[in-house]
C-alpha cells in the first residue's frame, strides 16, 4: 500500500481515477432524505452541437463549488445535468453532413429520413460535452441526466403549450417577425443580436399628388423598402407639416400616391421630421399602421429577394435592389442628400445574416399577463440577483416585452401540437396526436410543419427535469431549486422564460437567487471567438496544468456580474499554489511515518477530527495560532460563500494555507517535529494533521482533485454509513468555533511574526546573507513588550538571531544601526552585524558615482534653455521630480558612506 504521495505534483496521475471512483461509488448521487434540507441546481442545459469552452468552464466550475460545498454542509445536494437539441444549431451541423457526404439537401430525404440522421447525430457527438464536463470535475448526479427532447421533457413540452393554448395565451396570427433569410426560420426577439454598424441615410423628395402641391423630404436607411411604403408620418405637433396632414404624395418612380398621417411615432428632432411608413418592412411602423389601419404589402421574399412589388428589380437580391433602385432614383432628380450614419442592425444570433422584419403567419406567446407575476416575485424579494443591478435588466426586458414569436421554420426540434383537418379546416391543439376530426369526424388530418423554439422547451428546465406535468417524489422534494448559475448574456434569452413559465405552472419562481457570471475574455479583454483566433480549449488547459489549477484560476479571478481575462500567469500561480500544497502535504505525511514507513503517534485516539475536544491538549501558543487562523478562515470563507463571493473564498484559503499554514507554521514546527520531546511531537503532528484537514475541507470545493488525494492519505476514523469510502467529497464543512479564537495567542505570534518579517527586511536592505547570525535590540513597553518577549523564541528561530536585548527607552539604544518600527515596538539591528565594511564601502562609492552622473544629466537638461522652451511641461516636471529623487538619494548614500569610513 502506497504510503505517501507521489515525490511530483501530477494531475494526471491522478484526476481520471478519483472521478471515476466519486462516479462508481455514488458519490454525485442526490437522496430525497427527510431529515435533511435540499439544494437544487439545474445545469444551464450546453448544445448537443457544442465542445467545452471557457465560459461553459467558468460557469459549470461555479456551480460545481456551490453543489460541492452544500454538500458537506449537509444538504441533500442536488446539480441536475443535461443537454440541449439547439434547433437550429443541430438543424445547421446536419444539413451540412447531409451536403458534404451525399450532395443532398433536407428536402431530397424528407422530414422522417431527415430526423433519423438528426438523431444519430445525437447519437455519436451529444455526449461529448458531457464527457469533457467529467474532465472538468462536475459533481452531477449523472443518472438523472436529461435531454430536452427526451420522452419526458417533450411530453411536458406538450403539456405546457396546450394549457397556454386553452388559457388563450397561445395564438396563431399574421404578424410581423425577425426573419433569418440564411437559416429559413422566424426568431424571437432575444434570438436577435443588435450592433452598431456603417451606414447611410438617404433623403428622397416624395412629390405632392396635388399640382403646384409642397413635397416632403424623408430619410431611410433601407430604400429597398419603399415599395411597401403606405404612408407619411408626421408629429402632430410639428409646424411644418400641419397643412398636409391628410394630403397625399407620391411614391417617387412608382408613381403610388400615399397619405400624410400625423402619429406620435415621428420624432420632429431626428432628419427631416417626416418618416415613411412600411408596415410589412419595420416593427414600429407595424405599429403605426395598426393605430391607422393602414395596409400591409411585402416587398421582400423570404429569401430576402425582391418580389413583383419591386417591378422591374423583382428577383433581386435586397442589397442589389438597393444599389440599382438608389441609382434610378438619383438619376430621376429624387435623391437630395446622403449622409454617413451609424445605424443599428439586428443579426441572427447563429448564423450573423442581417435579420429582415417580415409578415408572417406564425404561433405566439401572448407576454402581457405572464410578464406581470415574474415583475412582482423580483420587486417583492422573492427572486434575487446577484449581483442586484441585474434585476434592472430582467425588468426592463420584461416591462418592455412583446409577445413572444415561438414557431420555428425547422424540421429538427419539438413539433408544434396543432393539427388542421383538411376536410372541414378544424384546428385541434392537443398533447397526442388526434385519431380523427374533433369537429367533423375526417381522419384527412396532418400536424403543423413547424419547431418550437428551442427556448421554450428551456424554459421548463427546472421542473421538467424533476418529472412534471405528474408530481413526482423528486419533484416534491428538489422543486424549486436554490440557484441558477448564468452569464449575464442569457437572462432574457433564458432566466426570463423560466421565471414566468414556473410561476404560471407551480405558483412559485424556480429559483430563489440568480447568480450572474460575466465573459472569459482572452489577455487583452477582447470576447473570445473563432473569428478572432484567440479561443482556449479548456481541455488542453487541463492536459498541461490540471483541471484544479484551472477552477482555481477561474473561480478566484472573477467578482458576480463582472468579466474575467484568461491569463496564463494566473494559470502558472494556480498550478504553483498546488504544487505549494502537495509538498507541505507529502512533508506532514512523511513526518507521521518512521524510516520504516510504520505510524509515528499522534495526540489523541490519532484519527484527529474536527470535533475532538483541544481544551485537553498541551498546546503551545504557534498551535493555538494556527488553530485560530484556521477557524477564522471558516468563519469568513462561509460567510463570502453565502454571498456568492467566491473568489473571496478562494483567496482566503490560499492565503491561509500558503501565507499561514506553508510559510509559518510549519516552520515553526520543524523544530519540535526533529526534537527530543516525544510528547510535544504527538502535540505537533495532532496540530499540522487537524489543520490540514480542515483547510482541505475549505479548499476542496475549488480544487477537487488535489485535496481528495491528499486526503486519501490523512488519518481518520473507520468509514460510517453516511460515508462508506471515506470521501473528502462526503465529509463535513467545517464550523467556526468561538472557543478556538485564542485571542491573545494570537497577538503574541502575529507581533514576534511582524518583527521576524522587520528583521528579514533589515537583512534584505542591508543585503547580509541570510546565514549571517544577527543581534537585535528591540525597544517597547508595557503590554507590547510582554508580547514581544512571549514571541522572542520564534524571532531567534525564524529571523536567526543570537540575541536579543529589550529595552523600554530608545536612548539606550546604540546608535549605529538599521531600524523598523513595528505597532508598538522599534526593531534595532546593529551595523557591525549587518555589514562587511569593505564591501559596503566600495558598492556605495560605486553608488554615489552613479548617482552623480544622474544628478549631472538632470541639472543640465533643466539649465538648456533649447530643451526648456519646446519640451512639452510634462516632461520638464518628469525631470523635475527625477532631479529630486536623485538628490535625495545621493545625500542619503554621502551620509552612508561617511558611517562606513568611520568603521574601516
Known amino acids: 500500500m502506497q504510503k505517501n504521495l507521489e515525490k511530483n505534483y501530477n494531475p494526471k496521475d491522478f484526476e481520471e481515477r478519483i472521478y471515476n471512483e466519486w ?3 455514488g458519490a454525485f448521487k442526490a437522496k430525497r432524505d427527510p431529515d435533511k434540507k435540499p439544494f437544487t441546481i439545474v445545469m444551464p442545459p450546453p448544445n448537443i452541437t457544442g465542445q467545452l469552452h471557457m465560459g ?7 456551480q460545481d463549488v456551490l453543489t460541492r460545498w452544500k454538500r458537506m454542509e449537509g444538504y441533500s445536494a442536488l446539480w441536475l445535468p443535461g443537454s440541449d437539441h439547439a434547433s437550429i444549431a443541430t438543424e445547421v451541423k446536419v444539413v451540412q453532413k447531409l451536403r458534404e457526404e451525399e450532395g443532398k439537401e433536407k428536402e431530397d430525404i424528407g422530414r422522417e429520413e431527415f430526423l433519423k440522421r438528426a438523431w444519430e447525430w445525437k447519437r455519436i457527438y451529444g455526449g461529448r460535452i458531457t464527457e469533457q464536463c467529467r474532465k472538468l470535475g462536475d459533481s452531477c448526479d449523472w443518472e438523472r441526466e436529461r435531454f430536452t427532447m427526451d420522452e419526458g421533457c417533450s411530453r411536458a413540452v406538450r403539456e405546457m403549450f396546450v394549457r397556454l393554448y386553452n388559457k388563450g395565451m397561445i395564438y396563431r396570427g399574421n404578424r410581423l417577425i425577425n426573419w433569418c433569410p440564411e437559416c429559413g426560420t422566424s426568431l424571437s426577439d432575444a434570438e436577435v443580436e443588435h450592433e ?26 433601407r430604400p429597398e423598402t419603399m415599395f411597401g411604403d403606405v404612408a407619411i408620418a408626421v408629429h402632430p405637433d410639428d409646424e411644418r407639416y400641419k397643412d398636409m396632414v391628410g394630403k397625399k404624395v407620391i411614391l417617387p418612380l412608382v408613381g403610388k400616391e400615399i397619405p400624410v398621417i400625423a402619429d406620435k411615432y415621428p420624432d420632429p428632432e431626428k432628419g427631416t421630421g417626416a418618416v415613411k411608413i412600411t408596415p410589412a418592412h419595420d416593427p414600429n411602423d407595424f405599429e403605426v399602421g395598426e393605430r391607422h389601419g393602414l395596409e400591409r404589402p411585402c416587398c421582400i421574399n423570404f429569401d430576402a429577394t425582391m418580389n413583383s412589388l419591386a417591378g422591374k428589380y423583382e428577383g433581386m437580391d435586397r442589397y442589389e435592389c438597393r444599389k440599382a433602385w438608389v441609382a434610378d432614383l438619383d438619376a430621376a432628380g429624387y435623391l437630395v442628400k446622403t449622409e454617413e450614419k451609424v445605424i443599428p442592425a439586428g443579426h441572427c444570433y447563429r448564423c450573423h445574416t442581417t435579420i429582415e422584419s417580415m409578415l408572417s403567419d406564425q404561433w405566439f406567446v401572448a407576454m402581457e399577463e405572464l410578464a406581470k407575476p415574474a415583475i412582482e416575485v423580483a420587486k417583492k424579494g422573492e427572486l434575487v440577483h446577484v449581483p442586484e443591478r441585474f434585476e434592472k435588466i430582467y425588468l426592463h426586458w420584461l416591462e418592455e416585452i412583446r409577445d413572444w414569436c415561438i414557431s420555428r421554420q425547422l424540421w429538427w426540434g419539438h413539433r408544434i401540437p396543432a393539427y388542421y383537418c383538411d376536410d372541414c379546416g378544424e384546428l385541434m391543439v392537443m398533447t397526442d396526436a388526434p385519431q380523427k376530426c374533433t369537429k367533423c369526424g375526417s381522419t384527412n388530418i396532418r400536424q403543423d410543419e413547424d419547431v418550437l423554439d428551442t427556448w421554450f422547451s428551456s424554459a421548463l428546465w427546472p421542473f421538467s427535469t424533476l418529472g412534471w406535468p405528474d408530481m413526482t417524489e423528486d419533484l416534491k422534494y428538489f422543486y424549486p431549486t436554490d440557484v441558477l448559475v448564468t452569464g449575464y448574456d442569457i437572462i432574457f434569452f433564458w432566466v426570463v422564460r423560466m421565471v414566468f413559465s414556473a ?98 503517534p499522534v495526540y489523541g485516539d490519532g484519527f484527529v477530527s474536527a470535533d475532538d475536544d483541544l481544551s485537553a491538549i498541551p498546546l503551545r501558543d504557534e498551535d493555538k495560532w494556527i488553530l485560530a487562523r484556521v477557524n477564522d478562515a471558516i468563519k469568513y470563507v462561509t460567510g463570502v460563500m453565502e454571498k456568492f463571493d467566491l473568489a473571496l473564498a478562494g483567496q482566503r484559503v490560499y492565503e491561509l494555507i500558503w501565507n499561514e499554514y506553508c510559510d509559518w507554521y510549519i516552520e515553526l514546527a520543524k523544530g519540535r517535529l526533529y526534537g527530543d520531546d516525544e510528547e510535544d511531537k504527538k502535540v505537533a503532528r495532532y496540530v499540522l494533521i487537524h489543520a490540514l484537514k480542515d483547510m482541505l475541507r475549505l479548499l476542496h470545493p475549488f480544487m477537487p482533485y488535489i485535496t481528495e488525494e491528499i486526503w486519501s492519505f490523512m488519518p481518520k476514523k473507520p468509514a460510517g454509513k453516511e460515508n462508506p469510502e471515506n470521501f473528502l467529497i462526503l465529509e463535513k464543512w467545517p464550523v467556526f468555533k468561538e472557543e478556538r479564537t485564542y485571542s491573545s495567542e494570537v497577538k503574541k505570534l502575529e507581533m514576534a511574526m511582524e518583527a521576524i518579517r522587520s528583521i528579514r527586511n533589515i537583512r534584505a536592505e542591508a543585503e547580509a546573507a541570510p546565514g549571517r547570525k544577527l543581534r537585535a535590540v528591540i525597544v517597547a513597553e508595557g503590554d507590547a513588550l510582554s508580547c514581544i518577549k512571549a514571541g522572542e523564541r520564534y524571532i531567534k528561530a525564524l529571523a536567526n538571531i543570537t540575541e536579543i536585548i529589550f529595552l523600554t527607552d530608545k536612548k ?7 531600524s523598523a518600527v513595528i505597532d508598538g515596538a522599534s526593531i534595532l539591528i546593529p551595523l557591525d552585524d549587518l555589514l562587511d565594511y569593505a564591501a559596503e564601502f566600495e558598492r556605495l562609492t560605486k553608488e554615489q558615482k552613479k548617482l552623480e552622473g544622474e544628478v549631472k544629466r538632470a541639472e543640465g537638461m533643466l539649465s538648456n534653455q533649447n530643451f526648456v522652451s519646446k519640451a512639452p511641461a510634462k516632461k520638464i516636471e518628469e525631470e523635475k521630480e527625477k532631479l529630486a529623487k536623485y538628490k535625495d538619494m545621493l545625500e542619503k548614500v554621502i551620509a552612508r558612506l561617511a558611517l562606513v569610513q568611520k568603521k574601516l
Not at 539606550?812 to 538599521?818: K, L, Q, S
Open 196 to 221: 452598431d454598424v456603417n451606414g447611410k441615410y438617404w433623403y428622397f423628395r416624395y412629390d405632392s399628388a396635388e399640382e403646384g402641391g409642397k413635397a416632403i423630404v424623408v430619410a431611410t436607411s
Open 503 to 600: 410561476l404560471e405552472i407551480t405558483g412559485e419562481s424556480p429559483f430563489k437567487y440568480v447568480y450572474v457570471h460575466g465573459l472569459v475574455r482572452d489577455a487583452e479583454g477582447r470576447k473570445m471567438s473563432k473569428s478572432l483566433g484567440n479561443g482556449i480549449d479548456p481541455l488542453e488547459v487541463i492536459d498541461k496544468y490540471g483541471a484544479d489549477a484551472l477552477r482555481f484560476m477561474l473561480t478566484t479571478g472573477i467578482t458576480p456580474g463582472n468579466d474575467m481575462r484568461f491569463k496564463t500567469d494566473r494559470l502558472e500561480s494556480a498550478r504553483n499554489f498546488a504544487n505549494k500544497l502537495w509538498n507541505a502535504s507529502r512533508f506532514i505525511i512523511m513526518n507521521l511515518q518512521d524510516e520504516d514507513g510504520n505510524p509515528l
Open 56 to 62: 461553459h468552464a467558468l460557469d459549470q466550475t461555479l
Open 812 to 818: 539606550d539604544a546604540p546608535e549605529e544601526v538599521m
Open 23 to 25: 462516479e462508481e461509488k
